[in-house]
């Protein structure tokens, strides 16, 4: 930045900090005033504006560093990517301020402003980056959990598992689901597996073909794959598309599987 610059805002950096922090509260951009303490909010504001200050001094990369850290911490901890940016433009716009009224410098207003810019700006866009990948990976760790969870193979009986899908089905997920339905089969010595596809919103012929791999993979490992939770508009749709679901048995209901399963394993529900 332009020793000028600098020396004027080192000169009157407590008048500088003042300004900055009475905006902030004026603009009332921080919506976590209302669940956090206001004596974190004002240690926050300390902790923020001694970077934003040791980034005029310090080398930049080291400076940038510890600015996108405490970024990424803040972000971690659910405040806003507001706090961030507009903390930031507050503080250029202050120090512009600054400048204007204490030194001589309308000559050279284009200059100045360019110069601020070029500090200021790829701070915005280090922090902007930072939130983007701080988003992205939350989100691919959400998916992958999501994913886990949303295909598991459950024991009912000795020799029946059931398998509950919910959720649209595309062919990454169609795959987890394959490595879980195989995997599960062998380890829990399933004989019957139903396929519950009850929370499944749309059954296309994507879909379809996704579900006779499925049951194709059960048999060569020698277990019967049972469809149930064939709701009227799907079988509609299954008839309509010209589906062929003929290689295993179906089911509207769990409950009527679970019969046929039963009678598969040679046992029955008997009521008492």
Known sequence: MDKLIVEVIEKYKDDISKRWKEKL??????????????????KTNEEFLGLIYSHITVKYNESNDKILEFAEKLINMGW???????????FRRTVLEVLFEKVSVNEKALDTYQEVDR????????????????????????????????????????HISVMPLIGTIDTE????????????VIEHRAQVVLIDITGVPVVDTMVAHHIIQ????????????????IRPEIAQTIVNLGIDLGQFPTKSTLYNGIQTALSLTNRQIVEV
């Open 214 to 229: 499925a049951s194709e993979a059960v048999r060569l490992i020698g277990a019967t794959c049972i469809l149930v939770g």
């Open 173 to 184: 997920r169609a795959k987890l689901i394959m490595e879980n339905l195989l995997n599960g």
């Open 25 to 42: 509260e004026e603009q009332e951009m921080m919506n976590n005033l209302q669940v956090m303490s206001k004596d974190l909010y004002q």
């Open 119 to 158: 500090w200021i700006d790829p701070l915005m866009n280090g922090l902007m980056d930072a939130s983007s990948k701080n988003w992205q990976n939350t989100l691919s760790m959400q998916k992958v959990a999501l994913r886990e969870l949303s295909a598991p193979l459950i024991p009912v009986f000795k």
């Open 80 to 90: 806003n990517l507001s706090y961030l940016t507009q903390g930031l433009q507050t």
